[in-house]
């Protein structure tokens, strides 16, 4: 827990002296030049907000305030912070809309806040901010936090509404009528004490303005500084463990130097993992326009695909589910690219709606059903993915291992490893470096960190371990990504990133944030994998992917990207061979094609850059 309030590197941006009530003159400069949008909370008070949440978490009252143009906020005294998983939302307040909303209308909320009370050890308290639907699947539509300290300051959030009614029909499914959304403060964080005031929340319905022409109250992160000193810390490594020595060999048919041939070494594909998560749908049933520039940019942007679904058990027992799954793996050994499944067990009885609670309460009823489940997928498998995301979210998706016991996952491990001696079996957690708001990011790296080192007490064929990194406001620095990385090292294994993307809405601040997170785990040398979790705003759970907006835009972390793993971390050069027929360069590894020509002679050679280097003999005919 004090990970995450005490470390995270959020800056704001401060009012300047003629702003005497905190406000940001540039957000209110945007906010002034916006056409006139609808009140969603018109009428509302702080008498129609509803407490949530035990009592010993903390009270909620309304206080007089006084030298402000408001008279009075709410004070929101949290008492107790989270003392276990799935504990975030267990005191809140709440504030339904009076407006309808649709997918992709764009809001704004604003309010004033200050801190009354600072959590131990810091100089400011906290504010989760969220946005979501008050029945049925309760699915956030919009997120945010906030650091205050003891001075009034006025917060923005500018964002697309996220509605996705799982749980409704298709026509009702992206639409929230009035009263279906609402606004909420979740406030089950260290303890502390806010107030908060003059409230505003408008809707902008489907503006035609991009999302920088609305306030957004400035944030960002340690080391962000074009000349931040870890950056050239971290291409030094990447040039000692990303290349490798490549040296090219032109001999003749008689086996004769060859000086002076061109040599063209051309690479072709990443050792490094660069991934996306795709779905069969995509892949080979979309013949739309769409469809065809998804395969374009699949193919030139990844060399790895991480399964969306497909390989869950409710897919392997649909036939048709199961079918174009297969398939699916057909068309990425075709063009070359590995995969991962997900996931062997998601222990929650929420993730596994196949299965009846009821009909498994014997605990060896539940223990045959995963274990016969996990071997049935990977033996169909087998030989056909790189890795296994084994185990996933354990932190706080622990209804299998209350019933069954912690070492139970040494068998899920053991299970998978008996069915596919080759494949890559790893741990799975979220917001262990990309967590955002999570108030639980502290005690989950502790929970990772006992479930492994179990894992690996029990002997448990664990080879890697996956970290999510859905990113949010609360940005770790590079430094503490690496600090990080490091306390994971002492298992000696494998790191992998599982699911990358945003939950924020500056489009700014994303794409220095990826390639600053990119590059940070590009150079640790036990990161093998970079896997976003889709990569087109129209393939996408929050329809915020970090490359391509709807319409196939390139968003300024999609360049970021595109500038680093095509460009900065590739390798494409030319050269000629000296008077021993050898052209020699440090290239990054991967797999790369060789062409060759002197004296009206041309030979292509493939060659495979590994970490000992490569001498590639080039025979020209």
């Known amino acids: 827990m004090k990970r995450y309030l005490l470390s995270m590197p959020v800056v704001f941006l401060l009012a300047t002296s003629i702003f005497a009530t905190g406000e940001d003159p540039a957000a209110e400069a945007k906010i002034k030049a916006l056409p006139a949008g609808a009140d969603a909370i018109a009428g509302k008070t702080f008498k129609d907000f509803k407490a949530k949440g035990e009592a010993n978490f903390g009270k909620i009252a309304v206080v007089p305030v006084e030298g402000m143009h408001f008279k009075e906020a709410m004070r929101i005294t949290t008492e107790k912070g989270p003392e276990g998983p799935r504990m975030a939302t267990k005191f809140n307040t709440s504030l339904p809309t009076t407006i309808p909303f649709n997918t992709d209308d764009i809001v704004t909320v604003s309010f004033y806040a200050r801190a009354t009370k600072l959590p131990e050890g810091s100089d400011k308290a906290i504010i989760n901010l969220a946005t979501r639907r008050v029945s049925g699947e309760k699915l956030e539509s919009g997120r945010c936090i906030f650091y205050v300290g003891k001075d009034w300051k006025k917060c923005y959030t500018s964002f697309r509404m996220l509605i996705k009614n799982k749980d409704l029909e298709k026509a009702q499914r992206f ?13 089950c964080v260290d303890p502390q004490e ?12 489907k503006s035609p303005l991009p999302l920088s022409s609305f306030p957004q109250t400035y944030v960002t992160y340690g080391g962000r500084e074009s000349d931040a000193s870890w950056r050239k810390a971290a291409d030094e490594r990447i040039d000692k463990i990303r290349k490798a020595d490549l040296s090219v060999q032109v001999v003749d048919s008689a086996g004769a130097p060859v000086t002076d041939a061109n040599v063209h070494v051309a690479m072709k594909r990443h050792a490094f993992r660069f991934g996306t998560a795709a779905g069969a749908m995509r ?52 063009h070359g690219m590995t995969s991962s499944g997900n996931f062997l067990v998601w222990p929650s009885w929420r993730k596994n709606k196949n299965i009846n609670q009821k009909d498994y309460k014997d605990p060896e009823k539940l223990r045959k059903y995963l274990r016969d489940s996990i071997t049935q997928r990977v033996t169909d498998l087998k030989g056909r993915l790189f890795e296994w995301n084994t185990v996933n979210e354990a932190h706080s998706s622990f209804d299998f291992i209350k019933i069954l016991g912690e070492e139970e996952m040494s068998k899920w491990f053991e299970t998978a490893r008996a069915a596919d001696p080759k494949v890559m079996l790893n741990y799975n957690e979220n917001t262990i470096i990309g967590f955002g708001e999570d108030p639980e990011s502290g005690s989950k790296l502790g929970n990772l960190q006992k479930h492994v080192q179990g894992l690996i007490d029990r002997k448990a064929p664990i080879t890697g371990i996956g970290l999510q990194s859905h990113c949010g406001w609360g940005m770790l620095s590079p430094d503490e990504i690496l600090k990080t990385l490091a306390e994971l090292d002492r298992f000696g294994l494998k790191i992998v990133v599982t699911e990358f993307d945003f939950g924020i809405y500056d489009e700014d601040l994303q794409g220095d944030y990826t390639r600053d997170f990119l590059t940070t785990l590009f150079s640790h040398p036990s990161v ?3 896997t976003m979790w889709g990569f087109w705003d129209g393939q996408h759970i929050k329809f915020n992917a970090p490359i391509f907006r709807k319409d196939w835009s390139i968003k300024p972390s999609g360049q970021q990207y595109m500038d680093l793993v095509l460009k900065k971390w590739w390798t494409d050069t030319t050269g000629k061979s000296d008077a021993k027929g050898t052209y020699s360069i440090r290239g990054f590894m991967g797999d790369y094609e060789i062409t060759v020509e002197a004296n009206g002679k041309k030979q292509t050679e493939k060659a495979v850059l590994a970490k000992d280097g490569a001498t590639i003999k080039v025979i020209l005919k």
């Open 175 to 187: 639409i929230s009528g009035a009263g279906d959304q609402s606004l909420v403060f979740n406030q």
């Open 194 to 205: 806010i107030e908060i005031a003059d409230i505003k929340w408008v809707s902008y319905g």
């Open 283 to 334: 892949i080979l049933d979309d013949k739309t326009g769409d469809g065809e520039k998804y395969l374009e940019n699949l193919l030139k942007l990844f060399n790895h695909v991480s399964f969306e679904s497909g390989t869950f058990q409710f897919n392997w027992d649909d036939p048709q589910d199961k079918k174009d799954t297969l398939a699916m793996l057909s068309w990425l050994d075709e």
């Open 528 to 530: 093998i994998e970079f």
